[in-house]
C-alpha cells in the first residue's frame, strides 16, 4: 500500500497530477488530495469554491480506482506548511506537486510552494510538468 499526498489548487492542476497517478496508484493505496487557503480577508467564497472544485477533480477522477480523501484547509499557514503536516499526519509514501515550465527555453519554475515543499519534505516527491514544452 502506497500513501500519496496530492497538493491542489486548481482544477487544471488536480486533472495533471492525475494523470500521473492513474498508471500509479491501485486498488490498496490512498490518495489525500489537499488544498490549502490562507483563511480570514485573504480568502474568499470563490477561493473555497475554486478550492473544493480542484479537489473534487482528484475524487472524480481517481474514487473508482482507489481511496481518496479531500482535504481543504483554511487554517491561517502557509500551503506548504498544510501540505508537509498533512504528509507527516498520513505518514505518506510520496508527496506529487505540480511544478510551470516556461517557453522558449523550457527553464523550470518552481513556485515559492512548490520550492519550499521540495526543499523541507523528508519523504520522496513527485514534481509532475503543469505546463507541455
Do not use: W
Not at 482528484?58 to 502557509?78: A, K, M, P
Not at 501540505?83 to 523550470?108: C, F, M, Q, Y
Request: hydrophobic residues 40%; aromatic residues 4%.
Amino acid at each position: 500500500m502506497t500513501t500519496y499526498v496530492l497538493a491542489t489548487n486548481h482544477v487544471d492542476t488536480s486533472a495533471r497530477l492525475c494523470d500521473y497517478l492513474l498508471d500509479r496508484v491501485s486498488g490498496s493505496d490512498e490518495v489525500h488530495a489537499v488544498n490549502s487557503l490562507p483563511g480570514g480577508d485573504a480568502t474568499d467564497s470563490d477561493d473555497v469554491r475554486d478550492g473544493e472544485e480542484a479537489l473534487n477533480v482528484v475524487s472524480s477522477r481517481l474514487d473508482t480506482i482507489t481511496t481518496v480523501e479531500t482535504h481543504q484547509f483554511v487554517r491561517g499557514n502557509e500551503p506548504d506548511e498544510d501540505i508537509l503536516e498533512h504528509a507527516a499526519d498520513v505518514d505518506a509514501d510520496e508527496i506529487v506537486i505540480g511544478i510551470r515550465r516556461r517557453n522558449p527555453t523550457a527553464k523550470v519554475v518552481f513556485g515559492s510552494t512548490a520550492q519550499r515543499v521540495l526543499l523541507h519534505s523528508d519523504r520522496p516527491m513527485a514534481v509532475v510538468p503543469l505546463v507541455e514544452a
